[in-house]
T-cell receptor, first 114, second 116 residues
Framework: DVKVTQSSRYLVKRTGEKVFLECVQD?????MFWYRQDPGLGLRLIYFSYDVKMKEKGDIPEGYSVSREKKERFSLILESASTNQTSMYLC?????????????FGQGTRLTVV | AQKVTQAQTEISVVEKEDVTLDCVYE???????LFWYKQPPSGELVFLIRRNSFDEQNEISGRYSWNFQKSTSSFNFTITASQVVDSAVYFC?????????????FGKGTRLHILP
């Protein structure tokens, strides 16, 4: 059974804290993605990675960074959390070079910044 | 530029009614894929269907059916005889072949309420 696992389901952090959201996949997928989901805005791509140590900005990268040191793990970093980063964060993975392959999603992390 | 529009923000129907979720897309590419995902209250997006741009045949899977029309750039999703378990947010998505990065662009989603 394919699996994308996000380290936390719910997270509460203080403004200004450095926050790490972890995502691990066990499908040997090359591509990994971080999306943010907000009511009325759908899923917006923050960053994606198509290989280890490779990353590309998505549509809303400001205030975020990512790390991909190993193929199976893709971390999203909020350098200094702010209240407008309160949101649901979704990680996904897919096979590379197969643009027609669906993405598999984790269960999401609901982050609240207070 | 690629874009996916789901004009229906929220729909409510009574159980056993049929319901259609609309999806309109924009792309300059001639080769692309369209997807539908379901997000139940648990939060995890579940893949439902994939359709490539060269296959306009409609598809039926149980109570679910999809109507792909390139002429109107639409990929609509119909649930027949809806059930309470169909209540979820449904996302339509697009991926273009010319994108090396395999990026998938999602619509804003339609929240479907099936009332008992």
């Amino acid at each position: 059974d394919v699996k994308v696992t996000q380290s936390s389901r719910y997270l509460v952090k203080r403004t200004g804290e450095k926050v790490f959201l972890e995502c691990v996949q066990d499908m040997d997928h090359e591509n990994m993605f971080w999306y943010r989901q907000d009511p009325g805005l759908g899923l917006r791509l923050i960053y994606f990675s198509y290989d280890v140590k490779m990353k590309e900005k998505g549509d809303i990268p400001e205030g975020y960074s990512v790390s991909r040191e190993k193929k199976e793990r893709f971390s999203l970093i909020l350098e200094s959390a702010s209240t407008n980063q309160t949101s649901m964060y979704l990680c996904a993975s897919s096979l590379t070079g197969r643009w027609n392959t669906e993405a598999f999603f984790g269960q999401g992390t609901r982050l609240t910044v207070v | 530029a690629q874009k996916v529009t789901q004009a229906q923000t929220e729909i409510s129907v009574v159980e056993k009614e049929d319901v259609t979720l609309d999806c309109v897309y924009e792309t300059r590419d001639t080769t692309y894929y369209l997807f539908w995902y379901k997000q139940p209250p648990s939060g995890e997006l579940v893949f439902l269907i994939r359709r490539n741009s060269f296959d306009e045949q409609n598809e039926i899977s149980g109570r679910y059916s999809w109507n792909f029309q390139k002429s109107t750039s639409s990929f609509n999703f119909t649930i027949t005889a809806s059930q309470v378990v169909d209540s979820a947010v449904y996302f339509c998505a697009l991926s273009e072949a010319r994108n090396r990065d395999d990026k998938i662009i999602f619509g804003k989603g339609t929240r479907l309420h099936i009332l008992p």
